[in-house]
């Protein structure tokens, strides 16, 4: 007999649509470290989750197909080379499922925007067909699955704020008294290539031109245990800022705008090109985010707040 609860659920899979959940991220620390053998650079980050969201849904199908609406629709490949379809079939391989499923995103985080929402929609699906397939991995296993398919991705399963170490993929939460942190978001016109923004970072630290890399976490992290957003501002920093701004020179006038309405700081978002403003409190997001939006130095503004949890059901 059908048992409704978790455990039950769990094993038998989902006979209804699973939707999910999941957040962009933002880096308050993202230190850049030396290239690696492996052609990754190694990385010393503090990832924070904010409430932008992506939504994923799975049905049940004959075959695994994915549709989409929002962000990107049009621009974004639906095919194996998505994250979405590429995390179904990863999951599938090592629990040894078919890799049956008819996926349908909808996208709000802007596309190469900075925001890791291609790893949140792999997070995602890894979530979703999880509980549809009844594979009933631990989010252990499920966050080795994510580490395989980008660094950002185990992040985006766990969500909050994390430290990331290695390439990114090795996660563990930072502990905090909870407390809201408050954004503005600045979305660029167009994205940029994260693999371009790490070569362009080489190519200025060779030139001896680019600024002074990031030291520990130390400082941000006891930021982050006071509630005082003056505080956390004054320890935030990318690495790759340079290199971005480098790129796109026209987002040093996005930063500007954004001091100039007064936010506490301004940054921008791992490889960008999106700029991410810290402010006090919700009332003085929506007055920056109008400001910014008005000096016509980006697409749009939101806001957001942080830490929001990883990908999650319902
Ligand atoms: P990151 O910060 O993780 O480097 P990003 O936010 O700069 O990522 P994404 O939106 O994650 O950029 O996408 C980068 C590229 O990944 C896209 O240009 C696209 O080619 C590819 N991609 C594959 N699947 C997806 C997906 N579901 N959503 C967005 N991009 C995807």
């Not at 939460?173 to 923004?197: E, F, I, K, N």
Request: proline share 5%.
């Amino acid at each position: 007999a059908w048992r409704p609860d978790d455990d039950d659920h769990h094993r038998r899979g989902s006979s209804g649509p699973v939707r999910v959940r999941v957040p962009a991220k933002v880096n308050l620390h993202l230190g850049v470290g030396p290239l690696r053998r492996d052609g990754y650079h190694e990385l010393n980050t503090v990832y924070h989750a904010i409430s932008i969201y992506d939504e994923l849904t799975a049905r049940r199908g004959d075959t695994l197909t994915l549709t989409m609406e929002g962000e990107g629709t049009g621009e974004l490949a639906l095919d194996d080379s998505n994250l979405a379809i590429r995390a179904a079939h990863a999951l599938a391989g090592y629990a040894g499922v078919p890799p049956h499923a008819r996926l349908h995103l909808r996208k709000q985080i802007p596309l190469a925007g900075g925001l890791a929402g291609g790893s949140a929609d792999a997070a995602a699906a890894l979530v979703a067909c999880d509980a549809l397939w009844g594979t009933g991995l631990s989010r252990d296993e499920l966050a080795g699955i994510a580490a395989d398919l980008g660094s950002d991705v185990p992040f985006l399963i766990h969500g909050g704020t994390a430290l990331g170490t290695g390439r990114g993929e090795a996660v563990s939460p930072v502990l905090a008294r909870p407390t809201s942190w408050h954004w503005v978001v600045a979305v660029a016109d167009g994205g940029l290539s994260t693999p371009a923004a790490y070569r362009e970072l080489d190519r200025l630290r060779a030139a001896g031109t680019a600024g002074a890399p990031l030291g520990s976490t130390d400082g941000l992290l006891g930021a982050l245990r006071q509630r005082d957003p003056r505080v956390l501002a004054g320890c935030l920093g990318n690495d790759l800022q340079d290199a971005a701004l480098s790129m796109r020179p026209a987002l040093a006038d996005t930063l500007k705008a954004g001091e100039a309405a007064g936010a506490l700081a301004g940054i921008v978002s791992g490889s960008g090109p999106t700029c991410v403003f810290l402010v006090r409190d919700a009332a003085d997001a929506e007055r920056v985010a109008a400001e910014v939006a008005a000096a016509g130095v980006c697409r749009e503004t939101r806001v957001a707040h942080g830490p929001v949890p990883g990908a999650r059901i319902g």
